[in-house]
């Protein structure tokens, strides 16, 4: 069984951390582009072709690999893996990443997120990201009447943070991954209202959301380098 934690950081746009835990049998591989500097230590770096890309926007490359592991790693490793634990750049490795998939992420599950502890809902979202300047305001307000017009309720049961996954290579995943960047591409470049809406509008992936409280022992939480 091939497995990775897999993370991303284009343009000097964040900081990735150093691995503070290796696991056997496990790959660190981070997404890079050739403004990347300070590669840390634990880290295998993959510069990816301008080819790839389909943004200048470092946000936006980001989250073409964050929400296409499998298919990236396919297409320009040319390796499958079977599980994946994506991370973004900020977040350190300080556990066991086998223990971390035993225990929260069951055999027939597709992955796991992370709940969020304040946020209802995608409309919720998109409103403190203008409020915080996360994004313009004009591609906010484009996703907002999006999901509006595709039904898309204003509270869901569990709103997810997309910051951490845990995933398992499977048919739901492949059509996660075949949709998620047409979808994206035209709205908010911020990916976890998109994401969330997607699970939603597709209701394909079998996923276990826990409490960011939970993963301590595995995964720790540092400020992006961006809000530093």
Not at 36 to 41: A, D, M, V
Not at 96 to 110: H, K, P, Q
Not at 183 to 205: A, E, G, T
Request: hydrophobic residues 35%; charged residues 30%.
């Amino acid at each position: 069984m091939k497995k990775a934690v897999i993370s991303y950081n284009f343009g000097n746009y964040d900081k990735a951390e150093p691995i503070q835990w290796k696991s056997k049998d496990w790959e660190y591989i981070l997404f890079t582009d050739k403004e990347t500097e300070n590669i840390p230590k634990g880290w295998r770096s993959v510069i990816l072709p301008e080819k790839y890309f389909k943004s200048d926007d470092p946000k936006r490359r980001a989250n073409q690999v964050k929400f296409s592991p499998f298919r990236t790693c396919k297409e320009e490793l040319e390796e499958e893996y079977d599980i994946v634990v994506v991370i973004d750049a900020n977040m350190v490795v300080v556990g066991d990443m086998d223990a971390f998939v035993d225990i929260f992420c069951m055999s027939t599950m597709d992955g796991v997120f992370l709940n969020h502890p304040s946020i209802i809902g995608a409309y919720e979202d998109l409103n403190l990201c203008a409020e915080l300047e996360k994004d313009d305001v004009k591609p906010l307000m484009q996703t907002y009447k999006y999901f509006e017009s595709e039904g898309y309720p204003s509270k869901v049961e569990k709103y997810f943070q997309t910051g951490v996954s845990i995933r398992r290579n499977t048919s739901a995943w492949s059509i996660i991954e075949y949709f998620f960047y047409d979808h994206y591409k035209d709205y908010s470049k911020r990916d976890q209202p998109m994401m969330n809406f997607l699970h939603w509008k597709y209701d394909v992936l079998d996923l276990n959301i826990v409490e960011i409280g939970h993963i301590s022992e595995f995964l720790n939480y540092e400020t992006h380098h961006f809000e530093k």
